[in-house]
């Protein structure tokens, strides 16, 4: 019986202790540290407002959905108007009721997207993603190897 109560304490102490060295990393992040560069959050700017007549559009799991709702209540984002997005690094989608393209927040916060696009959309490599078009067309025939890309976990 005694063996098992030191065993219990011993795990308490070990628990306490982990909880203690979370705690205190997590307080060394969120008081003065930066978080690392693939949390942080940089605000990137949709301007969809070159697109006539008025639209919704969307960045899945960003803003609200374009596709369930009544268009008189609808939340989504306007083509209207500029929209400042908090987003981290990775890949996305804008999606409008005419097309949809990926497109990628680096690590810096500079925007990325294919050259296959580059008559219909601009921005690449500022923080400003500018739809220009309500349709694109791939030109020259030939696959874009940017939608091909297998991303570095590394």
């Known amino acids: 019986m005694h063996a098992n109560v030191a065993r219990q304490q ?6 306490s202790t ?14 003065g540290g930066e978080p690392p560069a693939h949390l942080k959050q940089h605000v990137i700017t949709i301007d969809a407002t070159k697109l006539v ?3 919704w559009w969307q960045v899945p799991g960003i ?27 990775g890949k996305y989608k ?14 810096n ?7 296959s696009l580059d008559q219909c959309v601009q921005g690449r490599g500022t923080a400003t993603l500018v739809i220009l078009c309500k349709r694109t067309y791939p030109h020259g025939g ?6 091909e890309q297998i991303p570095n976990h590394g």
């Open 109 to 115: 916060g500079t925007l990325d997207f294919s050259t």
């Open 53 to 55: 007549p008025t639209s």
């Open 18 to 31: 982990l909880a203690v060295l979370l705690m205190i990393g997590s307080a060394q992040w969120s008081y």
């Open 94 to 107: 804008f999606i409008s009721f005419t097309f949809d393209f990926p497109f990628t927040v680096n690590l």
């Open 142 to 147: 030939q696959p874009d190897p940017y939608y």
């Open 10 to 15: 011993r795990v308490l102490a070990f628990g």
């Open 63 to 89: 803003t609200p959905s374009i596709w369930n709702s009544d268009p008189e209540s609808l939340d989504a984002p306007k083509t209207s108007e500029r929209r400042e997005l908090p987003l981290r690094p």
